[in-house]
């Protein structure tokens, strides 16, 4: 069964600086995506950012990055140059890959704060 | 261009009432569509899965029931909602690529 632990339930972030958002998750499927969501107020689920367990590659979406330690199972986000708009809960996610059923699985969640 | 469309966007009901909830998908053929719930200050809680037609797949046993009469619509239902049915319900659609969209969600209050 996949899991995905979210130690931090809430964290700050001065406007500007830089933010690391933890996540660690458990599968036993040697291929699986692994996603970050963002959810601000409105409760849009809005995708941030996406890793395929198979690339080494840690990936890149703008002020967005991930620290993906594939043996260690941790998938940490970080957010550089932070803005009030960064201001959400932010999700981890898992996902399985390969067969007809897919199902993203979320950890519990980041409330992230953005200070001015 | 694929969208999800999902209503009503809130919805208060009394305890014992039935539910429908709906979501269609556009712009697509074949999605596989799931049904999410976010209880307040947790995170999202897999219900139901469909890869087609009248295929619905329940991952937690509760007192709600999903529907797929048609291959883009996904109907969330109860006979008798309970005060523990209250939530934020996410329905999301998946293609290939396995990038899920989400719904705009429907903020249930059972009363």
């Known amino acids: 069964a996949q899991t995905v632990t979210q130690s931090q339930p809430e964290m700050s972030v001065q406007e500007a600086e830089t933010v690391t958002l933890s996540c660690t998750y458990d599968?036993?499927?040697?291929?699986?995506?692994l996603f970050w969501y963002k959810q601000p107020p409105s409760r849009q689920m809005i995708l941030v950012i996406r890793?395929?367990?198979?690339?080494?590659q840690n990936a890149t979406e703008n002020r967005f990055s991930v620290n993906f330690q594939k043996a260690a199972k941790s998938f940490s986000l970080k957010i550089s140059d932070s803005q009030l708009g960064d201001a959400a809960m932010y999700f981890c996610?898992?996902?399985?890959?390969?067969?007809?059923?897919?199902?993203?699985?979320f950890g519990t969640g980041t409330l992230l704060a953005v200070q001015p | 261009s694929q969208t999800i469309h999902q209503w009503p966007a809130t919805l208060v009901q009394p305890v014992g009432s039935p539910l429908s909830l709906e979501c269609t998908v556009e712009g697509t053929s074949n999605p596989n569509l799931y049904w999410y719930r976010q209880a307040a200050g947790r995170g999202l809680q897999l219900l139901f899965y469909s890869v087609g037609i009248g295929q619905i797949s329940s991952e937690v046993p509760q007192n709600l029931s999903a529907s797929r009469p048609q291959d883009r619509q996904f109907i969330l239902s109860s006979k008798k909602l309970l005060l523990s049915d209250s939530g934020f319900y996410l329905c999301?659609?998946?293609?290939?690529?396995?990038?899920?969209?989400f719904g705009s969600g429907t903020r249930l209050t059972v009363v």
């Open positions: 599968t036993s499927e040697s291929d699986y995506y």
């Open positions: 890793q395929e367990a198979y690339k080494q």
């Open positions: 999301a659609w998946s293609p290939w690529d396995r990038i899920y969209t």
């Open positions: 996610a898992s996902l399985r890959s390969g067969g007809a059923t897919n199902k993203l699985i």
